[in-house]
Every structure is written in C-alpha cells, then in structure tokens.
C-alpha cells in the first residue's frame, strides 16, 4: 500500500486481527496495519532487535549514558528484559542501507505484569518509587507496568504510536488488567526546565489517595512551584512531552515527586491509569479486537 494513502487511512480500517487459538499467554502477532505488523517478542532475537531499537533512541539519539557492555553491542540491555514481555511494530517494507526490503523492528513497548513481577525481584519502578503502598492498598489487583517505550525517528508518527497502543489494548483485555503504571520521561536532567509542567501536572492531574505513588526520599524533587501564581493550563500542556501528553488525555494520574534519571538523561515522573478510569474513546474501544 502506498505509504501516503496509508497515512491518511483511519487506523481503524486498516487493522486486520489474525485468527489465533485461546491460550494462556498472549503472544505472536496481534494486528496489522499495511505494511506494519504489531506482535509480541517470542525469541531472544526478537528481544535483541527491540534493545537495539532502544539504544538507538536513547544512547544515540537520546543522548543517555551507556555502560561499557551497552557501548560495545549497542543494545539497552537490563535485567528486568528477561521476564517483561516486548510489544513490537515490524515494518515489512522498510529497506537496508542498499535498499533491498527487509523487515525492521521500528517502535517498541515494555510491559510487565504483576504475577511475574513479584517472582522476578518486583518492579522496574521501584528504583526510583516507593510503589510498596499502592501495591498494598490494592492486594488483589492485576497491575501492569509500562516503560522503555520508544520509536524510530523516521517511523515516528502517530499512526506507530496509535498500533503500540492497541496493543496494550489487547494486552488489557487478553490479562484483564486492573490498572497501568510506570515512569514517564522528560529530556534533560534539570527539572527547573520543566517547572511550568511539572506543576501543572501536580496541581490538576496528581493522584488520589488511593492510587497515589511518592519517590522515593533520597530521590524526590518537588513538582509544585512555591510560587502562588497559577499556571497557564495552555502553555504548560504545550510543553508537555507526547507520550506524558497522551497518557493525560488518556485519563492517567501523575505521583508526588519527580525524580531525576542522569544515566538516561531525563526527569521522571510516575504515570498511573486505572483502567476503569481511561477514555474508552482516545484509546480506540481497543477491548473490541474481533469486531
């Protein structure tokens, strides 16, 4: 399909959900849009592809930090990779430096759930969150962390971004999810930078007591500004990074404290989203796959 008509398509139209067998894990391909594909890692090659998508976005594009062994095989590789299981957008039209075709990994998606976690040494979260609580105040519940989301500059556009998100559409329904969570990234590691959003975000969109998530204390910065002043609502949604954008306009509710991450280069913030709590229509009534 020409890639111009493709991009000016509903996505809705252009998904196509594979018949699959019921089964325990979801796994495999999920969906197809075009040329696209949105499928779940099943081999370690595949996870490698998706860690090298990483590197990429955010050691050579992104400007973090990489220790000795990321350096010398370009790949972001950590350790909670082993047991999270890797949402991925393939593109089979994309073309090598020759231009031969050749299928590439283009947009990638972390996600761990909660019984896996807890027998895997917990939560990537918690090094920067004291997540103990919430998981506490809600003992019965199917959580899911979301982290390490990136795509590649010449596929970065919303039609990639919407496809990474059907996914975890599927991924609610497949595991009957109770509730998303994970840490959300601003550039740069001076939260002064991002004053005017990070108040606004503590202001009008901090968590309730139930779900509220605190940084951990050697680790809090303070998102309000001492300053009485109100914030311009509109100026401080334009600095807003995408993705933090897009979990808003999803219903997400945002921790107390931001923290600062120098190997990655970036201040975090903690995004939490009961999925009872989302927009069913910015998320694409994602539930409704064999419809």
Request: net charge positive; with cysteine.
């Amino acid at each position: 399909m020409n890639k111009d008509h493709l991009a000016n398509a509903p996505l809705a139209l252009l998904l196509r959900f594979p018949k699959r067998k019921t089964r325990k894990t979801l796994s495999g391909s999920i969906a197809f849009a075009g040329s696209l594909e949105l499928r779940i890692a099943e081999t370690k090659k595949e996870i490698r592809k998706a860690q090298r998508v990483r590197y990429k976005v955010f050691f050579e594009e992104g400007g973090a930090t990489p220790d000795r062994t990321a350096a010398l095989i370009r790949r972001d590789v950590c350790r909670f990779d082993k047991f999270c299981d890797h949402l991925l957008v393939i593109d089979h039209d994309a073309r090598d430096r020759f231009g031969r075709k050749k299928k590439k990994v283009v947009g990638v998606y972390r996600l761990l759930r909660r019984e896996v976690a807890e027998c895997n040494g917990g939560f990537y979260s918690a090094q920067e969150y004291d997540i103990a609580p919430l998981l506490a105040r809600h003992a019965g519940a199917r959580f899911v962390e979301l982290g390490r989301s990136c795509v590649l500059k010449p596929w970065r556009s919303k039609r990639v971004l919407e496809l990474l998100w059907r996914g975890i559409g599927a991924y609610i329904e497949h595991y009957r999810v109770d509730a998303l969570f994970g840490c959300a990234s601003f550039p740069g590691v001076d939260p002064a930078r991002h004053a005017r959003a990070l108040d606004f975000l503590s202001r009008n969109a901090g968590a309730s007591d139930e779900w509220r998530v605190r940084a951990l204390e050697n680790r809090h910065v303070a998102m309000q500004s001492p300053a009485p002043e109100p914030v311009d609502a509109r100026r401080a949604l334009a600095d807003l990074p995408p993705l933090v954008k897009g979990y808003l306009r999803c219903g997400a509710r945002f921790g107390d404290g931001a923290v600062i991450d120098r190997q990655f280069g970036t201040t975090d913030v903690f995004v939490v989203m009961p999925v009872k709590d989302i927009d069913p229509r910015t998320l694409g009534h994602f539930g409704q796959r064999a419809a």
